[in-house]
């Protein structure tokens, strides 16, 4: 018996996983994770997702070198929900150059770009 | 055209929606939401979520007493997880009756309850 069998992934096998900012508390992405990415982001201490767009394993940071280190993990209620402490490498978790993928405000009936680019994308993924 | 437009719904027409606390940045739970949910929420400033056990519309806090009180919604670079930051009514936000649903943590390779039970099940649900 496996702390991963108390998981309960979804019929494609996966769990949503959320990504928080150690220190700021800011919520940098959601991924989702299958069992053998969540057996590896605990075993190695980096977070992995399970890429649905490419079906394969994600190391985040592969080609960004945006790395998470995970300091924590954690489990809701359901036990359908991951829940990780990360620091960020570089201070950036999204493919658009953020700091987080919630750059988007809901302010007067529309979608606001709130948080600035951090980094061009074209340059992080040369 | 309107701002729900731009969000992506699943393939049921659901949406994963985070409650984050105000203040602390704790995050309190994770629940699905369908456009009526997410419509509802921004139309009324309190959280509003899609059951998926009871298949019907969950504004939270109907029974247990525990509404959120939203103050900003925001919006993944993928469009398709959205994130709350709440009050939360009462402090409670799990129907264990902790604080947070996220009250398990991975310690030597189980998930050990850290977060104390703040108020009877029994008690909130009567």
């Known amino acids: 018996m496996s702390w991963l069998d108390d998981v309960r992934f979804d019929a494609d096998g996966l769990v949503p ?23 590896e982001t605990a075993a190695t201490g980096r977070a992995v997702y399970w ?5 394969r394993l994600w190391r985040k940071g592969e080609e ?14 359901d036990a359908d929900v991951v829940l990780l402490e990360v620091e960020q490498l570089g201070g950036i978790a999204c493919h658009t150059g953020r700091h987080s993928c919630f750059f ?22 040369r």
């Open 51 to 55: 890429s649905r767009s490419r079906q």
């Open 64 to 77: 960004s070198g945006h790395v998470q280190t995970v300091r924590e993990l954690r489990l809701d209620c």
């Open 17 to 39: 996983a959320i990504a928080q900012e150690a220190g700021t508390g800011r919520i940098l992405m959601v991924a989702w994770m299958n069992r053998e990415a969540l057996a």
């Open 104 to 125: 988007r405000r809901l302010e007067d009936g529309e979608w606001r770009e709130v948080d600035p680019v951090l980094k061009d994308p074209e340059a992080i993924y």
